[in-house]
């Protein structure tokens, strides 16, 4: 079945590049999108890719995605303390339109 | 972007009575809704699947008798957490779309049964 899996963890140093990556399973995946979730919040888009391509930059973030090997991933440039969160991806089927999530990875931002 | 609302953002009950949780899709049509679950430290879980006008389809291991879907309308639909237990506490989520579209996602309902 669909399946995303993503590290659950990654600390880095205020001010470093932070690279989140994801792999999925479904090679009918149609968009590819990223969520940050602060703590007692909801989720929030960040950015999401077309299938089709494989790049897209906005601002800080920049997303890669493989598609032949059904690699995902964020590069958060300048990382800040307020970037400390846990960052979702998600794969969306065309057959459904349902997303399918990863477990989350917390980023932890040090000063 | 579209904006989905979601209320209420947190909700304390007592054990045994029901909860209505509403998801509206502000300035765009939405035939299709999407019910998350998502416990503590953990991913969200698609729940179910509602449909304009017809009946919400559930994913394996979701008790349709216990999360009542309702979609009357093409911006609106609702939750009903019904007969809660404390085991029912957690993070439910909305989100709207269609097929070739992106995802938008309310704000999340916390439910606490007490």
């Excluded at chain 1, 994801?22 to 989720?43: H, I, R, V």
């Excluded at chain 2, 509403?22 to 019910?35: G, K, N, P």
């Excluded at chain 2, 609106?76 to 029912?88: F, G, K, R």
């Amino acid at each position: 079945g669909e399946d995303v899996e993503q590290s659950l963890f990654l600390s880095v140093r205020e001010g470093d590049s932070s690279v989140i990556n994801c792999t999925y399973t479904d090679s009918s995946s149609t968009y590819l999108y990223w969520y940050k979730q602060e703590p007692g919040a909801g989720l929030q888009l960040l950015t999401y890719i077309f299938s089709n391509m494989d790049m897209k930059q906005d601002q800080r973030l920049t997303v890669l995605l493989n598609k032949k090997d059904k690699h995902l991933s964020l590069r958060i440039a300048d990382t800040q303390t307020g970037d400390s969160a846990i960052y979702f991806c998600a794969e969306s089927s065309s057959n459904t339109g349902k997303l399918i999530f990863g477990q989350g990875t917390t980023l932890q931002v040090k000063p | 972007g579209a904006v989905v609302s979601q209320h209420p953002s947190r909700v304390i009950c007592k054990s045994g009575t029901s909860v209505k949780i509403e998801c509206r899709s502000l300035d765009f049509q939405a035939t299709t809704m999407f019910w998350y679950r998502q416990f503590p430290k953990q991913s969200l879980m698609l729940m179910a699947t509602s449909n304009e006008g017809s009946k919400a389809t559930y994913e394996q291991g979701v008790e349709k008798d216990k999360f009542l879907i309702n979609h009357a309308s093409l911006t609106l639909s609702t939750l009903t957490v019904t007969s809660a237990h404390p085991e029912d506490s957690s993070f439910y989520i909305c989100s709207a779309g269609s097929m070739n579209t992106e995802a938008f996602f309310g704000q999340g309902t916390r439910l606490t049964v007490v």
